[in-house]
């Protein structure tokens, strides 16, 4: 299970909504039913942390 | 290979136009040093051989023309006039032979023919001092003819056998430089279309397999946006990777196909909501 890169969907939700979600599913092009399933990899959290800054800086 | 397979398609489509002009400007030099290769050796063909050739056909007919001087001065001598017109011919002539089989002898390589020079040289040389002690014969006995040809009857035979089979010879080695020189324009002929041929064929396989590449991936990725514009998401998967563009391009796709499915798992969970 993949709880890191579950929270991380959340943290994107609160911060700025459905659109976030959306968002960060593009970035990471991982959904969240998709991030729910694989490893909470290294790389894969690398990816998260990248996109949500991303999110955070308007890009 | 994998280099290659890792490189953008525009720097594979420049790899190979710039293989193709490549390939251009080494089959034109190459063609350019063989022609001058050929041009070479018909020169040297020429200079040599065929020029030695053509100078013997000349010393054969010089002393054709030297014995033929020697009946006139034999038919017409007895006129003082007709005497010393023939005998300078005739000498002429036979200074024109000494010379240019001299030369000739000095000139051939053929040791064989070389030999036969030197052979109707020596020959040539006796029968000049027996036409001599004919020609004293013929003036100090009141222009007997009969008894000057009788001195000198059959004599040329031998020298003109002898240069004959040197006239021979000469033309036989110029008619074998010509067959080795036509053998070693087809062996450079056959070189060279061996050589383009298999770099027509690499270049061909190369791009073959480039453009079969390209077309393969596009197609996957056409696939794709196909079912992404039907909507049809249900166990899609953005299989394309690579460095080149249409990797690039498969990677956003990715993007958007996990926008996508993010979208429609909201609107679902919106629905049961």
Redesign the interface.
């Known amino acids: 299970m993949a709880t890191r890169l579950t929270d991380f969907y959340k943290q994107a939700a609160q911060e700025f909504g ?1 659109a976030g ?14 991030a729910a399933s694989v490893d909470d990899s290294p790389e894969n959290i690398r990816i998260f942390e990248q996109a949500l800054a991303q999110l955070r800086s308007g890009g | 290979m994998e280099g290659c397979l890792q490189m953008k398609i525009s720097s594979k489509l420049m790899l190979f136009f710039c293989g193709v002009v490549a390939l251009f400007v080494l089959l034109a030099v190459a063609l350019l040093a063989q022609t001058r290769s050929v041009s070479a050796g018909y020169d040297a063909l020429l200079r040599q051989q065929v020029r030695q050739a053509q100078a013997a056909r000349v010393v054969q007919v010089s002393f054709k023309k030297q014995v033929q001087e020697w009946k006139d001065i034999l038919l017409r001598g007895h006129t003082p006039a007709d005497l010393a017109k023939y005998s300078g011919q005739f000498h002429d002539e036979e200074s024109q032979v000494r010379h240019g089989a001299t030369v000739l002898a000095a000139a051939v390589e053929d040791p064989a023919g070389r030999e036969l020079l030197n052979q109707f040289l020596a020959a040539h040389r006796t029968i000049g001092e027996k036409y001599q002690a004919a020609y004293e014969a013929y003036v100090g006995n009141h222009f007997d003819f009969k008894l000057a040809d009788s001195m000198v009857r059959g004599q040329d035979r031998a020298p003109t056998d002898l240069f004959d089979q040197v006239v021979r010879r000469l033309n036989d080695d110029v008619t074998a430089s010509v067959a080795a020189q036509q053998r070693a324009v087809q062996h450079a002929r056959n070189l060279a279309l061996a050589l383009s041929g298999g770099l027509l064929f690499g270049l061909g396989l190369a791009g073959f397999v480039t453009v079969s590449n390209i077309l393969g991936r596009l197609g996957r990725l056409k696939a794709v946006s196909d079912r992404l514009a039907r909507a049809d998401i249900e166990g899609l998967s953005v299989d394309i990777s690579g460095p080149d563009e249409i990797g690039q391009f498969g990677n956003s796709m990715q993007g958007v196909h996990a926008a996508i499915e993010e979208l429609t798992r909201l609107a679902s969970d919106a629905g049961h909501a």
Do not use: G, N, V, Y
Not at chain 1, 21 to 34: D, G, Q
């Open positions: 459905l979600r959306i968002k960060l599913a593009m970035l990471t092009k991982i959904s969240s039913e998709k």
